[in-house]
Every structure is written in structure tokens, then in C-alpha cells.
């Protein structure tokens, strides 16, 4: 052995074994597959994170063999057999990355995106190091404080009681400082970032000139208080010949209301101010009236409410009250109930208006939201303030893992029915689509109040688990859903970090996938929950079919059915 080969070995064993072997583990593993295709970059740096996670958990428990002073029969041994499982794993490593291409390619086949020719696997290895190198140094300034803490209390109680309350004091203190000044200042940074974006990007849009829409002539929202998202919702859409041209039936003009979060001070007034925007346009007149809570940033998704639209012809009232300029994901792991209040709010004014009304001169009323969105319509309505007098239905699209009433419902589904899509009692309230036209093949009859939750296998909005980090979850046991990979397996705290940048990636998925639902299934879900009149399933399918030729002709003139870029 040459002299640079034994001392780059001697130093090797002054490094942490039970670190190394732990996040070249890891390493390897999160080149596994998961829910969502990984760029090289992305790749590298989920690998970066989950070495330091390992090295982290070997550096633990490396320490922890030596506090409970348990020995090897020889330090020989014990070091021999350390090189030994690092280089297996560093074996294992390389062997991962080189398979790394086609695991990618196995969730990219069942999504129908074309295959990676190259996974550039050096490249992985070079910028998994930088988020690796972060990470560990944090984790070793914090141990390094624990020490520090340890030292100086051990001059007034026992030692090993000194690091027991140094390891409290020092975690503690690290966690105020996480949660309290970095994470807050970053969450309140991305809030005046996406606020400001929100603000200069709708600026540049004129102003409705028909007096139906908010912030057009007469209306009582200010046009300069809804950003762009507000603004595509608000001006888009179909017009009464386009509707008539598809469906070949007579059409109306479709009402859209929507009041921004600048448009009044706090969620009661912004919700006394959609129902007094309601009234000034007649929109308690109308067959069809949908309260929508929009995603974080106050997006509408367009096929939502336009298959709605052509559905009944024009014939319908929505509106939608934004809570929050963040972006759903970001909103979902920092301030989940960030919509709850303001959701209870618009329903509540609206549901006491409605209510009000005798049953056969009051529109349908129809509950939607999409991913944050969903998770705050959700938790608008009280089943126990509603049951004497329900609304219509609702229609809830990639409700979030965090929904308590989803949970509960998927946890009580009947025997037999999987995880990703429960069966919930006779299904005569409440049903579970996975798209592609499944709710057709339940012929069963709904009862008076239609829910419908649309999830597709591969949304790691709706699926991801933090207990994953600890425990395999039950939708990957078992018989395994269509769109996902047949090569995803659990990993303990690998899966937890994959889907975790699942949940992020989770919109750059092809459409009908992840977190970015089509408009044939929004289409289907609108049709099971509002019941149009005067169709018949054959006429169902011509028009379903029309709309997705047209809808994606549409998407590249940049009419109705847009995704937010």
C-alpha cells in the first residue's frame, strides 16, 4: 500500500463509521423511486439531504453504543469491520446510481413522459454535496454547543445529568431559533415576495368593462385590490357562444366573483363583500351557485369551474375569496388552517342566505376546492349546522393529507376498498374517484347530498404521511394503485424526505398525474355531483369528448383550461 493509501486510510478511521455507513445507506436509497420524476439536479440534492440525515442517525448511535459502554471484542475487529460496511455501502452507492436511470424511467412510463437516456450520476454526486456539506456542518456546530453546555454544567451536577440537560437546553434553544426566527422570517419573506408578485403582475391588465364581473363598472371590489390569479378567473372563462358552440344548446353568460385579500381588512368583511358583489349581480338568481376556495397563491383552477359552466350552461354563479399569497405547498407544512377562518366565513354569509330562501326559487348551492383550497372548504361547514337543511354537494380535488375529515374517512372505508380509493358505506353520500372515468362505473344511487373527492395515487399532496418517517403507509401495502411505481418501496426517513420533495415537485407532473388534475376528471366529478338536466349519458360523452379536443386547442391559444406556469 502506498503512502498516500495508508494515510488517506488513517484518516478514514478518525471519521465517524457509524456515519459514514448510515448516509452512504441512505445515499443509495434515495435514488430509489418515489411518487414524482427527479431531474439530476433535484436528484442531487434530495441525495445531499438524506446523507446528511444518515450520517447524522450513524453519528447518534455511534455515540450512543458508546455511552451505554458496550465494547467490541477487539477495537481491531471493531475497525475492520467499519471499513468493511462503509465500503459495501459505498459499493451499494455507486451500484444505485448507475441503476438509477431506469428506476426513474419506470415512473416515467407509467406517466407516459419520454425516457432519460442519461442520468449523469457524477454530476448527482457533485451537487449532492453541497446540501450535504450544509447540513453537517449545522449538525456539528450543534454538537459541539451541547458539549460546550455539557462542560459547563458539569461543574455543578453530574456529568452524564449535565449532558442529558445540555442535549435538552441546546435542542430547545435550537428549535425557538429554527421555528421562531428562521423559518418565521422566511415564511413572512416568501409572504411579501408573493404578495408584491401578486400585486405588480395583476397590475398590468385593464380593468373588466361588463358590469357582471368584479372590478368592472359599478362593481364593489376594486380592481386593484385582486392580483393575477384573481384576474385569469375573473376574465376568462367561456363566453354564452363559445358554450353554445360546444354544447349546442342556448347558453348564458356565467357569473365569477371574486374578492381579493386586499379587497377589505379581515375575512369577515371580504366575506360580507362577496355577498354584497353576489347581490349586485343576481347571482342568487341563477340554477347553480359554487362557493370555491381557491389554492394559496388565490388560483382558480380553470377547467374546475369551465366544465361546471358547460355543464349547465352558462347558468351558474361562482364565487371565490382568497386567504393567502403563498403557494399551497408552502402554506400546507407552515399554516395549514390559514383558509379555514375565511372559508367559515363566505359559508356562513352565503349558507344564511341561501337557506333563507324557499327550496324551489334557491340555486343549487356546491361546495369546491383543490388542493389548500380543499382542505379549507372542507372545514367550512358544521355537518351539525347543515343536516336539517344540506347544501347540494361538493366537489374536493387533491385534499391534503393534513384534512382531518378526509383522514377519518379513508380510515373508516369498507373492508376490502384500498387506501387510495376507499369505499365510504353504501356511497350514497360520499365517493372516491382516482379519475379516467371511474365514478361511471358506480351505478349506485346518491342521496340528496353528493360529495365527490377526486385523488390521484401519484398526488403526494394527498398521500404524503409523516409518519412515513417512522412506518411503511398503508397505501403502499398491498395491491398497488395505477400511476404509480411498481419499484417504490419504503425506506424509513428516505421515503419521509422523497415525498417531502414530492409535495414541491408535485405540479411539474404531465397532466392527469401528481397534483395536476385533468379537466375529463373534473369534468366527471362535476357531472356525478350537480346531476345536469337534459343530458343523457351518450350526450355526456360527446360533450366530455368535445371539451378535451377544445379544452387543449384552448390551452395553446391560452384560452380556458389553463395551468398556472
Known sequence: ?????????????????????????????????????????????????????????????????????????????????????????????????WFSTGWQNSIRGVMGIPPVEARQPWLVVAIAILPGAILIGLGTLLVHGVRIVARWLSRIIPRRVALVGAILAVSVLAGMVGEGVVARGLLNLADRFYGNLDTLAGSYTAAPTDPSRSGGPGSLIPWDTIGLDARIYVQSGPTPTEIAEITERPAVEPLRIYVGLRSAETPEERAALALAEMDRVGAFERSVLVLIMPVGTGWVEPAAIDTLEFLHGGDVASVSVQYSYLTSWISLVSEPDVGVHTAQMLFNAVYERWSAMPEGERPRLYLHGLSLGAYSAIASASLYDIIADPFDGALWVGAPFASVTWRNLTINREPGSPWWRPQVAQGTAVRFSNGNGDLAEDTRPWGPLRIVYLQYPSDPIVFFEPAMLWREPVWLSGRRAEGVSPLLNWYPVVTFLQLALDMALAQTAPIGFGHVYAPQDYFDGWVQVSQPQGWSEEELRALRERLSRHGDRHVIEGGWFRNPA
Request: proline letters at 4%; glycine letters at 10%; one cysteine or more.
Open 1 to 97: 500500500m502506498s503512502g498516500v493509501a495508508r494515510r488517506l486510510w488513517r484518516q478514514l478511521d478518525h471519521l465517524s463509521t457509524g456515519g459514514w455507513l448510515l448516509g452512504l445507506l441512505f445515499f443509495a436509497l434515495a435514488l430509489t423511486p418515489s411518487l414524482i420524476p427527479r431531474n439530476f439536479v433535484v436528484q442531487g440534492i434530495l441525495c445531499g439531504c438524506t446523507f446528511a440525515a444518515g450520517y447524522g442517525i450513524g453519528v447518534f448511535l455511534e455515540w450512543l453504543w458508546d455511552y451505554l459502554e458496550l465494547r467490541w471484542p477487539t477495537p481491531e475487529l471493531a475497525k475492520w469491520v467499519g471499513r468493511l460496511l462503509a465500503l459495501a455501502c459505498l459499493v451499494l452507492a455507486i451500484a444505485f446510481l
